[in-house]
Protein backbone atom coordinates (compact mmCIF):
# COMPACT_ATOMS: atom_id res chain seq x y z
CA UNK A 1 0.00 0.00 0.00
CA UNK A 2 1.37 3.52 -0.91
CA UNK A 3 1.88 5.98 1.38
CA UNK A 4 2.30 9.73 -0.05
CA UNK A 5 4.47 11.59 2.75
CA UNK A 6 2.35 14.87 1.51
CA UNK A 7 0.76 16.49 4.69
CA UNK A 8 1.57 13.67 6.53
CA UNK A 9 3.14 13.84 10.26
CA UNK A 10 6.81 12.29 10.15
CA UNK A 11 8.90 12.01 12.99
CA UNK A 12 12.48 11.26 13.14
CA UNK A 13 14.70 9.80 15.50
CA UNK A 14 19.06 10.75 15.64
CA UNK A 15 17.43 13.92 12.88
CA UNK A 16 20.16 16.16 14.28
CA UNK A 17 22.92 14.80 11.52
CA UNK A 18 24.13 12.24 9.67
CA UNK A 19 20.92 10.73 7.53
CA UNK A 20 18.11 11.47 9.97
CA UNK A 21 19.21 14.77 9.25
CA UNK A 22 18.67 14.14 5.25
CA UNK A 23 15.43 12.18 5.83
CA UNK A 24 14.18 15.01 7.65
CA UNK A 25 14.71 17.66 4.93
CA UNK A 26 13.86 15.64 2.42
CA UNK A 27 10.36 14.22 3.56
CA UNK A 28 9.96 18.42 4.49
CA UNK A 29 10.27 18.69 0.58
CA UNK A 30 7.97 15.87 0.17
CA UNK A 31 5.20 18.34 1.89
CA UNK A 32 5.84 16.30 5.62
CA UNK A 33 5.25 17.93 9.08
CA UNK A 34 8.84 16.82 10.17
CA UNK A 35 9.24 15.65 14.26
CA UNK A 36 12.78 15.98 15.25
CA UNK A 37 14.02 13.90 17.90
CA UNK A 38 17.88 13.78 18.89
CA UNK A 39 20.04 13.38 21.86
CA UNK A 40 20.92 17.03 21.14
CA UNK A 41 19.12 19.74 21.39
CA UNK A 42 21.64 22.09 19.53
CA UNK A 43 21.86 19.84 16.74
CA UNK A 44 18.11 19.22 16.44
CA UNK A 45 17.24 23.11 16.65
CA UNK A 46 19.77 23.63 14.23
CA UNK A 47 17.79 20.84 11.35
CA UNK A 48 14.87 22.45 12.18
CA UNK A 49 15.85 26.12 11.67
CA UNK A 50 17.36 24.51 8.60
CA UNK A 51 13.87 23.27 7.38
CA UNK A 52 12.08 26.09 8.72
CA UNK A 53 14.10 28.24 6.78
CA UNK A 54 13.43 26.92 3.80
CA UNK A 55 10.00 27.49 4.28
CA UNK A 56 8.33 23.73 5.41
CA UNK A 57 7.30 22.62 9.09
CA UNK A 58 9.55 21.17 11.49
CA UNK A 59 9.49 21.01 15.30
CA UNK A 60 12.56 20.01 17.70
CA UNK A 61 12.86 17.90 20.69
CA UNK A 62 15.84 16.98 22.67
CA UNK A 63 14.88 12.73 23.23
CA UNK A 64 17.10 10.39 24.66
CA UNK A 65 14.92 7.45 22.79
CA UNK A 66 17.11 4.97 25.04
CA UNK A 67 15.02 6.20 28.07
CA UNK A 68 11.63 4.87 28.08
CA UNK A 69 10.32 7.43 30.05
CA UNK A 70 11.60 10.41 28.38
CA UNK A 71 10.26 8.99 25.27
CA UNK A 72 6.36 8.53 26.45
CA UNK A 73 6.63 12.40 27.81
CA UNK A 74 8.30 13.88 24.39
CA UNK A 75 5.30 11.39 22.62
CA UNK A 76 2.59 13.36 24.67
CA UNK A 77 4.14 16.22 23.14
CA UNK A 78 5.16 15.66 19.91
CA UNK A 79 1.03 13.70 19.44
CA UNK A 80 -0.24 11.47 16.39
CA UNK A 81 2.53 11.00 14.03
CA UNK A 82 1.57 9.20 10.57
CA UNK A 83 5.35 7.71 9.92
CA UNK A 84 7.83 7.06 12.13
CA UNK A 85 11.28 6.44 11.22
CA UNK A 86 13.62 4.57 13.83
CA UNK A 87 17.09 5.89 12.99
CA UNK A 88 19.09 7.31 16.28
CA UNK A 89 21.70 4.49 16.35
CA UNK A 90 25.13 4.58 18.02
CA UNK A 91 28.46 2.57 17.11
CA UNK A 92 31.14 0.92 19.60
CA UNK A 93 33.51 -0.61 17.09
CA UNK A 94 36.09 -2.54 18.95
CA UNK A 95 36.38 -5.92 20.02
CA UNK A 96 34.35 -7.51 22.26
CA UNK A 97 36.91 -8.11 24.81
CA UNK A 98 38.25 -4.03 24.61
CA UNK A 99 34.54 -2.53 24.95
CA UNK A 100 33.61 -1.55 28.38
CA UNK A 101 30.24 -2.63 29.76
CA UNK A 102 28.80 0.78 29.32
CA UNK A 103 29.29 1.28 25.31
CA UNK A 104 28.17 -2.29 25.22
CA UNK A 105 24.17 -1.07 27.03
CA UNK A 106 24.33 1.99 25.18
CA UNK A 107 24.02 0.32 21.81
CA UNK A 108 21.48 -2.05 22.69
CA UNK A 109 19.59 0.36 24.06
CA UNK A 110 19.73 3.12 21.57
CA UNK A 111 19.77 0.37 18.38
CA UNK A 112 17.84 -1.87 19.74
CA UNK A 113 15.30 -1.00 22.97
CA UNK A 114 14.28 1.87 21.58
CA UNK A 115 12.69 0.39 18.56
CA UNK A 116 10.71 -0.63 21.10
CA UNK A 117 9.46 2.56 23.14
CA UNK A 118 9.51 4.59 20.37
CA UNK A 119 7.00 2.52 18.43
CA UNK A 120 5.34 1.44 21.29
CA UNK A 121 4.20 5.10 21.64
CA UNK A 122 2.72 5.68 18.27
CA UNK A 123 1.49 2.67 16.78
CA UNK A 124 -1.46 2.93 18.60
CA UNK A 125 -2.75 6.06 16.70
CA UNK A 126 -1.70 4.55 13.93
CA UNK A 127 -3.07 1.28 13.99
CA UNK A 128 -6.58 3.45 15.23
CA UNK A 129 -6.30 5.49 11.65
CA UNK A 130 -5.50 2.30 9.84
CA UNK A 131 -2.70 3.97 8.12
CA UNK A 132 0.61 4.20 9.15
CA UNK A 133 4.49 3.98 8.01
CA UNK A 134 7.01 2.24 10.95
CA UNK A 135 10.66 2.54 9.75
CA UNK A 136 13.57 1.16 11.12
CA UNK A 137 17.13 1.78 10.19
CA UNK A 138 19.01 -1.75 10.07
CA UNK A 139 21.69 -2.11 8.69
CA UNK A 140 24.16 -4.18 6.34
CA UNK A 141 25.11 -5.28 9.92
CA UNK A 142 21.86 -6.67 10.53
CA UNK A 143 22.29 -9.45 7.83
CA UNK A 144 25.76 -10.39 8.82
CA UNK A 145 28.07 -10.59 11.59
CA UNK A 146 31.53 -8.06 11.42
CA UNK A 147 34.24 -8.74 13.01
CA UNK A 148 34.69 -5.47 15.82
CA UNK A 149 30.52 -5.06 15.82
CA UNK A 150 29.64 -7.97 18.17
CA UNK A 151 27.55 -5.28 19.37
CA UNK A 152 26.55 -3.03 17.24
CA UNK A 153 25.54 -6.25 15.25
CA UNK A 154 23.37 -8.11 17.68
CA UNK A 155 21.70 -4.99 18.05
CA UNK A 156 21.03 -4.52 14.21
CA UNK A 157 20.25 -8.23 13.26
CA UNK A 158 17.65 -7.69 16.56
CA UNK A 159 16.55 -4.32 15.05
CA UNK A 160 15.90 -6.42 11.98
CA UNK A 161 13.92 -9.21 13.46
CA UNK A 162 11.70 -6.13 15.34
CA UNK A 163 10.68 -4.72 11.63
CA UNK A 164 9.96 -8.22 10.53
CA UNK A 165 8.10 -9.71 13.39
CA UNK A 166 6.52 -6.52 13.59
CA UNK A 167 5.83 -6.22 9.44
CA UNK A 168 4.06 -9.92 10.06
CA UNK A 169 1.99 -8.82 13.08
CA UNK A 170 0.25 -5.67 11.34
CA UNK A 171 -0.46 -7.73 8.15
CA UNK A 172 -1.77 -10.48 10.31
CA UNK A 173 -4.41 -8.20 12.21
CA UNK A 174 -4.78 -6.22 8.93
CA UNK A 175 -4.21 -3.25 10.36
CA UNK A 176 -3.46 -1.15 7.38
CA UNK A 177 0.11 0.00 8.98
CA UNK A 178 3.30 -0.73 7.61
CA UNK A 179 6.81 -1.79 8.79
CA UNK A 180 9.92 -0.92 6.59
CA UNK A 181 13.48 -2.18 7.00
CA UNK A 182 16.47 -0.98 6.14
CA UNK A 183 19.57 -2.34 5.72
CA UNK A 184 22.33 -0.33 4.45
CA UNK A 185 26.14 -1.38 3.74
CA UNK A 186 28.52 1.75 5.34
CA UNK A 187 27.35 5.13 4.58
CA UNK A 188 29.69 8.06 4.47
CA UNK A 189 28.26 10.29 7.24
CA UNK A 190 31.53 10.11 9.90
CA UNK A 191 29.41 7.68 11.88
CA UNK A 192 31.52 4.75 10.70
CA UNK A 193 34.86 6.96 9.58
CA UNK A 194 38.05 5.44 8.77
CA UNK A 195 36.26 2.15 7.34
CA UNK A 196 37.16 0.44 4.23
CA UNK A 197 35.67 -1.22 1.80
CA UNK A 198 37.96 -3.83 -0.07
CA UNK A 199 35.65 -3.90 -3.41
CA UNK A 200 33.95 -0.32 -4.08
CA UNK A 201 32.27 -1.33 -7.10
CA UNK A 202 30.14 -4.48 -5.45
CA UNK A 203 30.32 -2.99 -1.95
CA UNK A 204 30.27 0.89 -2.21
CA UNK A 205 30.66 3.37 0.32
CA UNK A 206 26.95 4.76 -0.08
CA UNK A 207 26.38 8.63 -0.21
CA UNK A 208 23.70 9.44 2.30
CA UNK A 209 21.78 11.07 -0.29
CA UNK A 210 21.45 8.13 -1.91
CA UNK A 211 20.10 6.39 1.02
CA UNK A 212 17.45 9.22 2.16
CA UNK A 213 16.55 8.91 -1.42
CA UNK A 214 15.55 5.43 -1.38
CA UNK A 215 14.50 5.14 1.60
CA UNK A 216 11.85 8.28 2.12
CA UNK A 217 10.78 6.61 -1.76
CA UNK A 218 10.14 3.06 -0.25
CA UNK A 219 8.28 4.32 2.34
CA UNK A 220 5.81 6.24 -1.05
CA UNK A 221 5.64 3.12 -2.22
CA UNK A 222 4.80 1.09 0.59
CA UNK A 223 7.55 -1.18 0.57
CA UNK A 224 9.00 -3.73 3.21
CA UNK A 225 12.48 -4.06 3.41
CA UNK A 226 14.75 -1.91 1.76
CA UNK A 227 18.77 -3.47 1.47
CA UNK A 228 21.65 -1.57 -0.27
CA UNK A 229 23.17 -2.07 -2.51
CA UNK A 230 22.08 -4.51 -4.02
CA UNK A 231 25.11 -7.07 -4.07
CA UNK A 232 24.38 -7.87 -0.36
CA UNK A 233 20.90 -9.28 -1.39
CA UNK A 234 23.11 -12.20 -1.86
CA UNK A 235 24.04 -12.65 2.06
CA UNK A 236 21.13 -15.04 2.48
CA UNK A 237 20.92 -17.06 0.03
CA UNK A 238 24.89 -17.37 0.91
CA UNK A 239 23.97 -18.85 4.38
CA UNK A 240 22.83 -22.57 2.91
CA UNK A 241 26.83 -22.81 3.18
CA UNK A 242 28.23 -24.12 6.10
CA UNK A 243 29.56 -21.55 8.48
CA UNK A 244 33.20 -22.07 7.53
CA UNK A 245 32.36 -21.55 3.72
CA UNK A 246 30.37 -18.73 4.66
CA UNK A 247 32.77 -17.02 6.80
CA UNK A 248 35.67 -17.62 4.02
CA UNK A 249 33.22 -16.01 1.11
CA UNK A 250 32.64 -13.10 3.79
CA UNK A 251 36.49 -12.87 4.45
CA UNK A 252 37.49 -12.97 0.59
CA UNK A 253 35.05 -10.33 0.26
CA UNK A 254 37.10 -8.24 2.73
CA UNK A 255 34.14 -7.56 5.29
CA UNK A 256 35.68 -8.48 8.28
CA UNK A 257 38.52 -6.09 7.13
CA UNK A 258 36.43 -3.03 7.01
CA UNK A 259 36.60 -2.03 10.51
CA UNK A 260 40.44 -2.59 10.60
CA UNK A 261 40.99 1.34 10.63
CA UNK A 262 37.42 2.21 11.79
CA UNK A 263 37.69 5.86 14.00
CA UNK A 264 33.85 6.48 14.30
CA UNK A 265 32.81 10.13 15.65
CA UNK A 266 35.28 9.94 18.45
CA UNK A 267 38.84 10.77 16.46
CA UNK A 268 36.49 12.40 13.22
CA UNK A 269 37.28 15.95 14.19
CA UNK A 270 41.06 15.23 14.66
CA UNK A 271 41.03 13.16 11.31
CA UNK A 272 38.54 15.47 9.21
CA UNK A 273 40.85 17.52 7.83
CA UNK A 274 43.19 15.15 6.10
CA UNK A 275 40.59 13.32 5.11
CA UNK A 276 37.92 16.16 3.12
CA UNK A 277 41.30 17.23 1.61
CA UNK A 278 42.07 14.03 0.49
CA UNK A 279 44.52 14.13 -3.08
CA UNK A 280 45.72 11.60 -4.96
CA UNK A 281 48.71 11.86 -2.75
CA UNK A 282 46.68 9.95 0.04
CA UNK A 283 47.42 6.48 1.08
CA UNK A 284 45.74 3.86 -1.07
CA UNK A 285 43.89 2.20 2.13
CA UNK A 286 42.04 5.51 2.73
CA UNK A 287 40.86 6.56 -0.81
CA UNK A 288 39.20 3.53 -0.70
CA UNK A 289 36.70 4.73 2.34
CA UNK A 290 35.61 7.21 0.71
CA UNK A 291 32.79 7.48 -1.55
CA UNK A 292 33.43 6.51 -4.90
CA UNK A 293 31.78 9.15 -6.50
CA UNK A 294 33.11 11.79 -4.35
CA UNK A 295 36.40 9.75 -4.71
CA UNK A 296 36.00 10.09 -9.13
CA UNK A 297 34.88 13.96 -8.52
CA UNK A 298 37.32 16.04 -11.40
CA UNK A 299 40.07 16.56 -9.97
CA UNK A 300 41.42 20.54 -10.92
CA UNK A 301 43.22 20.39 -13.88
CA UNK A 302 46.71 20.38 -12.76
CA UNK A 303 49.96 19.18 -15.23
CA UNK A 304 51.12 17.44 -12.02
CA UNK A 305 47.86 15.55 -11.34
CA UNK A 306 49.07 11.88 -11.04
CA UNK A 307 47.14 9.37 -13.33
CA UNK A 308 43.91 8.33 -10.96
CA UNK A 309 43.79 4.42 -10.28
CA UNK A 310 41.53 2.33 -12.00
CA UNK A 311 38.73 2.48 -9.96
CA UNK A 312 38.42 6.01 -9.53
CA UNK A 313 38.39 5.74 -13.76
CA UNK A 314 35.39 3.47 -13.39
CA UNK A 315 33.43 4.98 -10.72
CA UNK A 316 33.48 7.92 -12.95
CA UNK A 317 32.31 5.97 -15.59
CA UNK A 318 29.55 4.85 -13.59
CA UNK A 319 28.60 8.55 -12.24
CA UNK A 320 28.73 10.05 -16.08
CA UNK A 321 26.39 6.90 -17.11
CA UNK A 322 23.81 7.95 -14.54
CA UNK A 323 20.63 6.08 -15.18
CA UNK A 324 21.92 4.01 -18.13
CA UNK A 325 22.15 0.12 -16.81
CA UNK A 326 26.03 -1.15 -16.76
CA UNK A 327 25.24 -4.09 -18.65
CA UNK A 328 24.14 -1.98 -21.64
CA UNK A 329 26.76 -1.79 -24.50
CA UNK A 330 29.62 0.45 -25.68
CA UNK A 331 27.64 1.98 -28.46
CA UNK A 332 24.64 2.36 -26.28
CA UNK A 333 26.67 4.07 -23.82
CA UNK A 334 28.25 6.25 -26.89
CA UNK A 335 24.87 7.12 -27.83
CA UNK A 336 23.77 7.96 -24.16
CA UNK A 337 26.95 10.50 -24.28
CA UNK A 338 26.01 11.92 -28.08
CA UNK A 339 22.67 12.75 -26.83
CA UNK A 340 23.97 14.71 -23.70
CA UNK A 341 27.52 14.97 -23.74
CA UNK A 342 27.98 16.68 -21.08
CA UNK A 343 28.00 13.44 -19.47
CA UNK A 344 30.76 12.47 -21.47
CA UNK A 345 33.51 11.49 -18.91
CA UNK A 346 36.81 14.26 -19.66
CA UNK A 347 39.23 11.50 -20.22
N1 LIG B 1 26.69 5.47 8.76
C1 LIG B 1 26.67 4.20 8.36
O1 LIG B 1 27.62 3.69 7.76
C2 LIG B 1 25.45 3.36 8.63
C3 LIG B 1 25.32 2.14 7.94
C4 LIG B 1 24.19 1.36 8.18
C5 LIG B 1 23.24 1.78 9.09
N2 LIG B 1 23.41 2.96 9.75
C6 LIG B 1 22.40 3.37 10.70
O2 LIG B 1 21.81 4.57 10.25
C7 LIG B 1 21.38 5.33 11.38
C8 LIG B 1 21.89 6.75 11.27
O3 LIG B 1 23.27 6.72 11.11
P1 LIG B 1 24.14 8.02 10.76
O4 LIG B 1 25.27 7.53 9.98
O5 LIG B 1 23.27 9.08 10.24
O6 LIG B 1 24.69 8.36 12.22
P2 LIG B 1 24.93 9.78 12.90
O7 LIG B 1 25.89 9.51 14.01
O8 LIG B 1 25.26 10.80 11.89
O9 LIG B 1 23.49 10.16 13.49
C9 LIG B 1 22.95 9.49 14.58
C10 LIG B 1 22.09 10.46 15.33
O10 LIG B 1 21.45 9.74 16.38
C11 LIG B 1 21.47 10.58 17.52
N3 LIG B 1 21.41 9.77 18.72
C12 LIG B 1 22.35 8.95 19.23
N4 LIG B 1 21.92 8.43 20.38
C13 LIG B 1 20.70 8.91 20.61
C14 LIG B 1 19.76 8.76 21.65
N5 LIG B 1 20.00 7.98 22.70
N6 LIG B 1 18.59 9.42 21.56
C15 LIG B 1 18.32 10.23 20.51
N7 LIG B 1 19.18 10.43 19.50
C16 LIG B 1 20.36 9.79 19.56
C17 LIG B 1 22.79 11.35 17.43
O11 LIG B 1 22.77 12.52 18.23
C18 LIG B 1 22.86 11.61 15.95
O12 LIG B 1 22.25 12.85 15.64
C19 LIG B 1 21.89 4.59 12.61
O13 LIG B 1 20.86 3.81 13.13
C20 LIG B 1 22.97 3.72 12.06
O14 LIG B 1 23.17 2.57 12.87
C21 LIG B 1 24.49 3.77 9.52
Redo the contacts with the bound molecule.
Keep these: MTHSLKDQTVLI????????RLLALGAAERGARVML????AE?AESVREEIVGAGYHAEAYA????DRDAVKAAAKKTGAVDVVIN?????TGKNLLDASDEAIERTIR??TL?LFWVTRAFLGDMIMNRRGTVVT?????GLVGVAKQTD?SAS?FAAFGFAESLRVELSKANTGVNSLVVC????S????EGVQTKYPLLLPILT?EYVVQKTLTAIEKGRHQLIMPRFVNFVSPARVLPARWFDKLMNQLGVNNTMDHFVG?AKQVAQKVPTQAATADEPRANRSTRDPETAAAPAPKATSAPRRSWRARVACRRRHLGDLPRHRSSRLRRNHWNRDPARRPSH
Design positions: TGGGSGIGWDLSAVDVSNAGVVVNAISSAAYKPYFITGMFPR
